[in-house]
């Protein structure tokens, strides 16, 4: 299960047993970057497999979760999505309302992030060979229209070499901003599928990033973006600080948690900073248009509680939180995302 759990663990086993099989020439933003997604002549791609359990659950399900995360991937690369592909596993004696259910919301969150499905396919397989569903989706895109702009504004603060949004992108004395409170998704998962108590308080996050990717790209100056999905926020400023090569400092009293999220945490042993996100995005910006970029984001109804929860430093080469006592602390990439099956 570690294997799958996104984090170091997986990150190994990918690349050992799966990319050293493959070839990747001639692609702008290749599969062994382990990116959100790949840039092949121009064109924008990424696919995603949920195994969500239940399907059902506070805050989502299997249908809004696997357009989300998949729009989502194409956007914070710097794509505009273009069209979905659907491939259904169902097994054998599903109740169809179930999957009526489950369409339905897929269909619901397609039409909100304005990206059509373009083609899929449907297997049964029988009765105990898979658990309910799983849904694959792919996504292709293009270059968003404002992102020439958006490297331009950031070009007139400090050299940018990267055309892409990508991990390897940030910089010495970028801002780093998060567009909302974290740890959402797994806790109302947990929480619902264990019978925890905390389900009531907290709902998944899950939702279509492009139309606020969008907000903060018109403004400009954003170098890289990430959503941070399993393994969490800690995951995904540990990717950026080993693929930049660069240090990230964090206040965590900037952190934006609700106290549901922070109790539920407490309780269950688990680091918020770790667990899965699926409706908030992580931005790398130049300090400069850190402030108009945040108020961007603030002024869209997802990035209501965006905010600068820290900064690029060649100070350090790891992620450093600074602690609300005044210590600090070596924030360190998850081996895995504690909560399995959240996404
Ligand atoms: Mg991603």
């Not at 389900?199 to 990430?226: C, F, Y």
């Not at 926020?233 to 540990?238: I, K, R």
């Not at 005044?326 to 895995?336: S, T």
């Amino acid at each position: 299960m570690g294997h799958g759990a996104g984090g170091e663990t997986m990150q190994e086993f990918i690349a050992s047993h799966i990319i050293s099989h493959m070839p990747d020439a001639g692609m702008t933003v290749p599969l062994r970057s382990l990116d959100d997604a790949a840039v092949v002549d121009g064109i924008v791609f990424t696919t995603d497999g949920h195994t969500v359990k239940p399907l059902f659950f506070p805050g989502g399900d299997i249908g809004s979760l696997s357009v989300a995360g998949t729009v989502n991937d194409i956007a914070v690369i710097g794509g505009d999505p273009l069209a979905l592909s659907c491939a259904l596993i169902i097994e054998e004696g599903l109740d169809l309302n179930m999957v009526d259910r489950a369409m339905a919301s897929l269909g619901r969150t397609a039409k909100e992030a304005g990206v059509p499905i373009a083609t899929g396919d449907t297997k049964v397989m029988e009765a105990g060979a898979i658990d309910q569903m799983i849904v694959v989706t792919s996504a292709v895109g293009k270059r968003s229209p404002h992102m020439d702009q958006n490297l331009e504004v950031a070009s007139k603060y400090r050299t940018v070499n990267n055309t892409w949004l990508t991990d390897d992108s940030t910089r010495d004395g970028d801002v780093i901003i998060l567009s909302g409170n974290v740890g959402e998704h797994g806790i109302a998962l947990l929480s619902f599928r264990e019978g925890y108590g905390f389900e009531s308080e907290v709902r998944s996050d899950i939702a279509p990033l492009n139309g606020l990717i969008t907000e903060a790209l018109k403004i400009g100056g954003v170098v890289a973006m990430k959503d941070p999905t399993r393994g969490g926020l800690a995951n995904t400023l540990n990717e950026w600080s080993q693929k930049s090569g660069v240090g990230i400092e964090v206040e965590e009293s900037s952190l934006p948690l609700t106290d549901p999220v922070r109790n539920a945490a407490d309780l269950l042993g688990i680091d918020p900073l770790s667990i899965g996100n699926e409706g908030k995005v992580v931005v790398s910006c130049v300090a400069e248009m850190a402030e108009d970029v945040l108020k961007a984001m603030r002024g869209h109804q997802y990035g209501k509680n965006a905010t600068i929860i820290g900064r690029a430093t060649s100070k350090y080469r790891q992620v450093v939180l600074h602690t609300e006592i005044g210590g600090k602390r070596i924030l360190e990439a998850p081996m895995g995302d504690p909560v399995p099956r959240i996404c």
